[in-house]
């Protein structure tokens, strides 16, 4: 698999494994304008990129995405979808620029046609679907009950989160996830579609064999039942946002033992799920319950 | 049709025609958690229900919605989605609340098969999808000509927009969007899918035959292709949003000839397309190209 640009420096600048680059003129088209005073100005606003993704002779589904990582957008995809399961050998990625097309080769063939009419709707955008045996693999799933989050790592993550250079800085309109651990964001993506972000991340560690023992889960964007199911189903065991919780969210979260934190903005944040796991070890908590 | 709460009090007292009714019980849910000092809360969070769309005797899809006002739901959706032509009557729209399911009838029956095949997907949340024809006529839609945004309008309208009870004030998680006009918004809906919120309104304007003329759409959404070809195909020439924008949105606007307004916040904006539109008139401006 060739990735279209390796481990960039900028990324190692902030101590990234992976990072968005927002001097990448292939994610950000110049764009003119006015501004409010009448002026005229020079944007930059994300591209969006139709991606068509096949797995073996069978075409998936036409994802879009902003363009960056298209091998590890396609990785994601299938393995969040269940179509690649754990004993799946990846023979080979093949992303053709030309056609914008993702092949995955994997050694065992399967016929996925009938896998595809079996759609449920999720929340979210509210147009999001799985497949009927997601939701089969999530109610298995079991979350590691060791796993903690202490809050000076919360509020020492969504500070450096926050200071990372994104597109959303640039340009806006971009939704981002980061894959941490402890106080430290490790791979960040961002995509016009949410679910893309999260996707990019999953094909990472698939493709690097990344474990999912100890890591943290952060995303911009509001805690649906879709980003819920993805996270159960890498197997995290905390999942945090600066935006706001569903009903679905929490009550899946819930059933799966997810902790899930919300409208974590400073020092301040929400916790309605699985708050058992969060040490508040913040000065600024010392009489909290599970204070060190 | 009957709605489930006529024009509420609340919408009056904001000289709104319809909106959001944070104090129903039905659209947000208490649940319990804990706050950054580690302190048992009870906060509310909105509701996400299955919503399955019928057209005469054919299903046409299942949406998540947080439910209120389904019928311009269902009917915004279906003209948004152009399975609802001009000259097509409405004999009856049903709403069983008790299993969810919204059946729109029309004098005319037509068989929607053949359409639910060709579908296209467009940006935003990157699952969104048009079917074929929709495009077809984004491509013939000529906008009025005549239509101006003062700046004074576009500042009033943010202002009062911001401070309208709301849902996301309470709960936060979901998307708004707004028909104005003028200085004045109209109807304000709320959804957990974006594209629900300009829906409902679509059906709104549809049951009640409110004019597109004059008219603005405000959306606290990004300003994706879909939001700008739904407006369009609304009539409505001037799109407004305090997120930013993207490229396929921006592209889209400039074919159709929309006024696309985005980052609007405070009294600082940015047009990327239409802005012959904008009159300079608020003082702060008095040196602008436009002003008055």
Redesign the interface.
Known sequence: MTDRRKTPDHAAQHDLILGPDPEDRWLT?P?????????R?E?R????R?LTLYLNSQEIV????IGDHPEYLALGYLKNQNMLLPDDEIAEVEYDEEVNVVVVRTARETDYEEKLKKKV?????????VFGDVMEHFEKATLPDDAVLR?SWLYALTHRINRLPSLYLT????HGTVLCETDRPLIFME??????AVDKITGYMLRHDIPAAGKILYTTG????EMVIKTVLMNIPILISR????????ELARLAGLTLI??ARG???????G?ER?I?DDEA?E?????V
Chains 1, 2 share one sequence.
């Open positions: 088209r764009v003119e304008g006015i501004d409010h005073t009448g002026k100005i944007t606003v994300v591209t969006e139709a036409t994802l879009m995405t709707r999720t929340s979210g955008c509210a147009v999001g679907t809050t340009a806006g309109a971009i995509d016009v579609g949410r679910h893309n509001r805690l649906t039942s935006s706001g919780f569903t009903a679905w969210g929490v919300g409208r020092k301040r944040f929400m916790a309605l799920s708050e969060i508040f908590h009489d909290a319950p599970g204070a």
